[in-house]
């Protein structure tokens, strides 16, 4: 049985950081290309990082500088280094192997002054 368990969410100030954490169990996880997605009340879910098994990130234009997409296999974990943090990232934040139909319970992230 996959699980997917997301970590780290919380309250910052803007400008402030966040790494977030998710911890893949029950998948052989090296195998799968990993991505972070967010929803903000009221809008659909967007895709904010990705990186392969081979370790190339993308990211969403809106977060490009400011985020940093990681893995490390032997933990099977991916994580999601967020700096600068403005209100507009604000959202539920989701980890999800790709060509999977698993998700995680989402971690809230809320950037408010």
């Known amino acids: 049985q996959v699980q997917l368990v997301e970590s780290g969410g919380g309250l910052v100030q803007p400008g402030g950081s966040l790494k977030l954490s998710c911890a893949a169990s029950?998948?052989?996880?090296?195998?799968?290309?990993m991505a972070w997605y967010r929803q903000a009340p009221g809008k659909q879910r967007e895709l904010v990082a990705s990186?392969?098994?081979?370790?190339?990130?993308n990211y969403a234009d809106s977060v490009k500088g400011r985020f940093t997409i990681s893995r490390d296999n032997a933990k099977n974990t991916v994580y999601l280094q967020m700096n600068s943090l403005k209100l507009e990232d604000t959202a539920v934040y989701y980890c999800h192997p790709w060509t999977s139909t698993y998700w995680g319970q989402g971690t809230q992230v809320t950037v408010s002054s």
């Open positions: 029950g998948m052989i996880f090296r195998l799968y290309s």
């Open positions: 990186i392969t098994t081979g370790g190339t990130t």
